[in-house]
């Protein structure tokens, strides 16, 4: 089975912080993206990543910026975080071509809150 | 950034009763996924779709890729207390292995 790992499930950080969130996959996929969930806008995509070293922009990369050093690991940072950032934070991969290319696997979400 | 129309936006049915709901979009797409997510859990995969007209069931799912390839639905016959959660359908396919995202639909079942 793929398994995502979130390193944390609850995370409560002070405006004005620097914030790590972590994202392990174990299944050698290529494509690994973060993703941002508020209720009423459904999920909305921050960043993503198709190789090492590779990140491209989602719809809001504003804030945040990303690091994937590692095929398995994918962190997104919040530079200096703002109480606008608290939401459900959900990291994701898939496979590079191919027809399951675009199966995304999820992780279990971090619930951030910014105070 | 682009979304699915998916409807309804909500549902409140009583335990046996089936489930429908549908995702809509302007643009093509070569691949649907439907998606559950359980409260205050990540989305886990239901079924996948690859081609137009693609009818797939999952136990009690049944999901169809429409002709247009513009939409989707999910079927979920006699519904249980444990298919609460949210169901978001999602377009892929083409140059790109990003997903589009419908703003799902949450189900609640009483018994």
């Known amino acids: 089975d793929v398994k995502v790992t979130q390193s944390s499930r609850y995370l409560v950080k002070r405006t004005g912080e620097k914030v790590f969130l972590e994202c392990v996959q174990d299944?050698?996929?290529?494509?690994m993206f973060w993703y941002r969930q508020d209720p009423g806008l459904g999920l909305r995509l921050i960043y993503f990543s198709y190789d090492v070293k590779m990140k491209e922009k989602g719809d809001i990369p504003e804030g945040y910026s990303v690091s994937r050093e590692k095929k398995e690991r994918f962190s997104l940072i919040l530079e200096s975080a703002s109480t606008n950032q608290t939401s459900m934070y959900l990291c994701a991969s898939s496979l590079l071509g191919g027809l399951a290319k675009n199966i995304q696997y999820f992780g279990a979400g971090t619930r951030l809150s910014v105070l | 950034g682009q979304q699915l129309n998916q409807s309804p936006q909500s549902m409140f049915i009583q335990e046996g009763e089936d489930v429908s709901m549908n995702c809509t979009s302007s643009s093509i797409f070569n691949t649907w996924l439907w998606y559950k997510q359980d409260p205050g859990e990540g989305p886990v995969l239901l079924i996948a779709?690859?081609?137009?007209?693609e009818l797939t069931s999952n136990g009690r799912l049944t999901a169809q890729f429409g002709i247009t390839r513009k939409d989707s639905f999910l079927n979920i016959s006699a519904s249980i207390p444990s298919d609460v959660g949210i169901y978001f359908c999602?377009?892929?396919?083409?140059?790109?292995?990003?997903?589009?995202f419908g703003t799902g639909t949450r189900l609640q079942v009483f018994p």
């Open positions: 779709l690859y081609k137009a007209g």
């Open positions: 999602a377009g892929g396919g083409g140059n790109t292995d990003k997903l589009i």
């Open positions: 299944m050698d996929h290529e494509n």
